[in-house]
């Protein structure tokens, strides 16, 4: 819902307010209703800069206004973004200015921003490796590598794998990052190569 808060139309709550006998004083009603035309005109502006200041209803410098509060640009490399895709930014942002970088955090911060089938997260010392469940668009690896828009915690390193999440390739093995992965598959056969699963990428 854009708008949480619900308009009042100030002169018809007070109209439906007036007892029977008075409903029909055209004179009371008159004098009623001019008192309250400051009173709507207040309520009117309010919702106005509710809807304008909201990240879900506010649009070019208004929605500008929203993205630097949290501090992200609309201008993101050579790419200027529109409005819907600008608040998407504008959301990961403020997630990322207030997340205490857990794995469940990062891995929903993950799903958020890319709108992944599967995010896998496996930590290592002081690094950390995050699978991505499918390809990666151009924008979308600038996105997670450069932007700084996904959390992490201080002082460590992030790496990302793309893989098929349907059918990706895994082993047991404690130098494979996505070992045991739902959906995961083996090695083909010589005979039907198709029966095994799909490599990951290091997403570079």
Do not use: C, W
Request: proline share 5%; no cysteine.
């Amino acid at each position: 819902m854009a708008n949480d808060v619900t308009p009042i139309d100030h002169k018809a709550l007070a109209l439906s307010r007036l007892i029977t006998q008075y409903r029909e004083s055209s004179n009371l009603i008159s004098y009623q209703q001019g008192l309250l035309v400051e009173a709507q005109n207040l309520e009117d502006m309010f919702q106005q800069l509710i809807n304008e200041r909201s990240i879900n209803t506010a649009t070019n410098a208004q929605l500008d206004d929203v993205g630097n509060i949290v501090g992200q640009s609309r201008q993101v490399g050579d790419q200027t973004l529109d409005d819907d895709d600008y608040r998407k930014f504008i959301k990961a942002r403020a997630v990322r200015n207030y997340t205490n970088a857990t794995p469940e955090e990062i891995i929903a911060s993950v799903n958020f921003v890319l709108g992944v089938p599967q995010v896998q997260y496996l930590e290592g010392g002081m690094s950390i490796t995050i699978g991505i469940g499918r390809s990666l668009t151009p924008e979308e690896i600038n996105l997670v590598q450069n932007l700084g828009i996904i959390p992490k915690p201080s002082a460590v390193s992030v790496s990302y794998l793309e893989y098929n999440s349907q059918e990706p390739f895994s082993y047991r093995s404690i130098n494979n990052p996505l070992a045991g992965i739902p959906n995961a598959r083996g090695y083909g056969t010589v005979s039907n190569p198709l029966l095994g699963g799909k490599y990951s990428n290091i997403v570079s």
